[in-house]
């Protein structure tokens, strides 16, 4: 990055902060800050909606996991239309109807205190975890790649964020949220159409296509009925309805995005919105890692995405095999890339298929490269991640674009962590002020002093959540790390909230039991499965939860009296 890339970063950061502060100042009472006086018309619900899930780690994870696995990953959102669907008729007038702040509101009128503060506090804990990560992401990925210092990044992103979420609340988060898709969106497009001026000097783009679908990267949907594989249409359609059902319809983060909305109509047209858009986009952001793969058939490519770790093995013992491996690479890429011309080439059926398959070959043995080189990084030093899917985007903006697109694309990457963090930090004071503070703590006092202290714990939040990107750890792809912690605890929300609407006989005593039981399995699930004591895909974990809470709290509805009426 040079001066003019330092340039546009700051003054598109900055705008995007100032714009939210000034159009949000002098708010008075406690419902403009949380809900906005429900003033925000459907195509703003539509884009903070969209903006509050797409964070950072969308767009430096995502491309990457194309790149290493293809685009199975959309399957994860197949369920997410049919779940915008059933929130839109079920949720959304229940939520209007009773004038909540939060979801979780409705679990006291239903059920009882204790409900209400169970799914309060799973919510918390699952999305201040999350918080922490949309910071930690980018800001671990930038310090390495960019040279800066991990604290400082830390500091910048989540100081910044703190200042408008703080000052406009759930106002000034939507309307910067808007700013923020428009960086990012136009920033991909970008990054796309440099790509495509790459990679047509060699090949067409239906030969692009044509080549990454020989090498197994455009492969969107996979039939297996295996619950051990993490994406499958299955896993995508039933446990992924649950991640989305549970993620729109009662994660605060969301609900308190479309509860800004003028009425239920614009409520629904913004959610509708997302319905529509959301799996196209997500299609995108996917194929432009397909796409940076093509690119880096005919432009060699790192054997490691992480310079950092590259640069230990070459200061240690190992640097004359690093030297070695290297070299092999080099000419498997090269190889590769005349293999690719000449497939692309070729008229003849029969060389055509020939040439296919040596194409397959030489781009497997690229691979075990690749892995000799993670192997050794272990070697060096075992503490290391080896993981580089995360790097591979960035490489190809900081090395490829030209200067100020660089500046742009790494303002689209801290803008969307900005976006994502300042929605949870909202949704996280909404709950704890509403849910915890407003009705515990200090059930009588004024609006004024409710406006104050909710401001207090959004900057409380802010804190905590760049204290959790201090200690957050990488162990997983970004996107599936942020993911799985949701699916531990999704599901069992989901299974309260399900309960809730469409079980009458079921009271607070059965569904609290349940959801208490529930969640006990499905951690206890996770935690064989990261240990390898059997293999089940994380989205199953959703399934679980849900089912359990629901079926649990059936049966146990027969050993209490008959339900109260809800007030």
Not at 194 to 222: C, H, N, P, Q
Request: hydrophobic share 50%; glycine share 6%.
């Amino acid at each position: 990055m040079n001066q003019i890339d330092f340039l546009v970063l700051t003054l598109t950061l900055l705008s995007i902060v100032t714009f939210g502060v000034w159009k949000t100042r002098g708010q008075h009472n406690i419902e403009s800050y949380l809900l906005g006086n429900h003033k925000m018309k459907w195509g703003m619900i539509g884009l903070s909606v969209m903006a509050t899930q797409a964070s950072a780690i969308t767009f430096i994870s995502t491309p990457g996991q194309a790149y290493a696995s293809g685009m199975g990953f959309v399957q994860n959102y197949f369920g997410l239309p049919l779940a915008l669907i059933i929130v839109s008729v079920f949720f959304i007038p229940i939520y209007y109807k009773l004038k909540v702040y939060t979801a979780y509101e409705y679990l006291e009128r239903r059920f009882d205190l204790k409900t209400r503060l169970l799914g309060a506090f799973l919510f918390l804990i699952q999305r201040g975890l999350a918080a922490g990560i949309t910071i930690y992401a980018p800001s671990i990925i930038l310090s390495t790649i960019l040279g800066w210092n991990l604290s400082f990044t830390i500091l910048g992103t989540g100081i910044l964020v703190i200042i408008y979420t703080v000052s406009g609340g759930t106002q000034a988060v939507s309307i910067t949220q808007k700013q923020q898709m428009g960086v990012i969106m136009g920033g991909m497009f970008v990054a796309f159409g440099y790509i495509l001026y790459y990679v047509i000097d060699f090949i067409s783009l239906r030969d692009a296509v044509e080549v990454a679908g020989i090498l197994d990267k455009t492969d969107a949907i996979d039939f297996d009925f295996s619950f051990q594989k993490r994406y499958t249409i299955w896993s995508g359609l039933m446990a992924g309805l649950v991640l989305q059902l549970s993620y729109f319809g009662t994660d605060q983060s969301q609900v308190q995005r479309y509860l800004g909305g003028k009425n239920v109509r614009e409520s629904r047209m913004g959610l509708m919105f997302n319905a529509i858009l959301k799996i196209p986009m997500q299609f995108f952001i996917l194929f432009v890692g397909v796409m940076v793969y093509v690119f880096y058939i005919f432009y060699t490519p790192p054997i490691h995405f992480n310079d950092q770790s590259l640069e230990l093995i070459r200061e240690s013992w190992a640097n004359d095999q690093l030297i070695t491996i290297e070299n092999s690479y080099n000419d498997l890429i090269l190889e590769r890339k005349n293999l690719t011309l000449s497939y692309t080439e070729e008229e003849n059926a029969t060389k055509k298929l020939k040439f296919k398959d040596d194409l397959i070959s030489i781009d497997a043995q690229q691979e075990v490269m690749r892995n000799k080189v993670k192997d050794l990084i272990n070697e060096v030093d075992p503490e290391l991640a080896t993981k580089d899917s995360d790097y591979i985007f960035l490489t190809f903006i900081l090395n490829y674009l030209p200067h100020g697109f660089i500046g742009l694309l790494i303002a689209v990457i801290l803008s969307a962590s900005m976006s994502s963090t300042s929605s949870e930090l909202n949704s996280l004071a909404s709950t704890s002020t509403v849910d915890l503070y407003q009705r515990i703590i200090k059930r009588e006092d004024t609006d004024k002093n409710y406006l104050m202290a909710s401001k207090w714990i959004t900057f409380i939040w802010g804190v905590l959540a760049i204290m959790f990107a201090f200690i957050a750890s990488d162990s997983e792809n970004l996107i599936e790390t942020v993911n799985i912690i949701g699916s531990v605890f999704y599901g069992t929300i989901l299974g309260i909230f399900l309960v809730a609407f469409f079980i009458k006989r079921v009271q607070g005593n059965s569904v609290f039991i349940a959801a208490i039981m529930a969640e006990s399995v499905v951690i206890v699930c996770h935690f064989l499965n990261v240990n390898g004591y059997f293999s089940i895909g994380y989205l199953w974990y959703n399934a679980i939860g849900v089912l359990l809470t629901v079926v649990l709290a059936w049966l146990f509805s027969f050993m209490q009296e008959k339900p109260r009426a809800m007030n």
